[in-house]
């Protein structure tokens, strides 16, 4: 299982259909929201972890 970063959900890379590439590793995301959080500011993910959902 992948870990969305935004909000820490596991999400199954085969069925997952929203993921990013980006800096050599593939992310899987939960939902739309979650690509769009992380596409706004993808390092505040990376280095803090999931910041659970507002
Ligand atoms: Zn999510």
Redesign the pocket.
Known sequence: MAI?P??G?EVDPKTAKISKYYKGKMYY???PS?KAKFEEDPEKYLEGGPVGME
């Open positions: 969305d935004v909000c959900m995301f939960c939902a979650c």
